[in-house]
């Protein structure tokens, strides 16, 4: 897919953030913020996966999963906020 590409995990340096709702909010709005810095690209990450190439659909797939298990772990580590 050519040069490296920008992700949140990339971007973030979540050992700077101090508390855990900080980290998601940091997490929120850079998620944002590539979304609409590359609206094009994301568009057919969330609308049209199936029109990319077999090879480049398995390379967009293992982003992916890589950038979701880095939200989950971001989540995971917030500690459940009382009702």
Same mark, same amino acid.
């Given at each position: 897919m050519g040069a490296e590409r920008p992700t949140t995990e990339r971007v973030l340096d979540m050992s700077?953030?101090?508390g855990p709702l900080d980290r998601i909010r940091v997490l929120v709005r850079a998620h944002l913020a590539i979304l609409? *810095?590359?609206?094009k690209r994301n568009v057919t990450l969330l609308t049209e996966l199936r029109a990319i190439s077999a090879r480049h659909r398995g390379e967009v797939l293992a982003l992916r999963d890589t950038? /979701? *298990?880095?939200v989950r772990s971001?989540? /995971?580590k917030t500690p459940k906020l009382p009702a």
């Open positions: 700077a953030v101090a609409l *810095r590359y609206q950038y /979701e *298990r880095f971001t989540f /995971e």
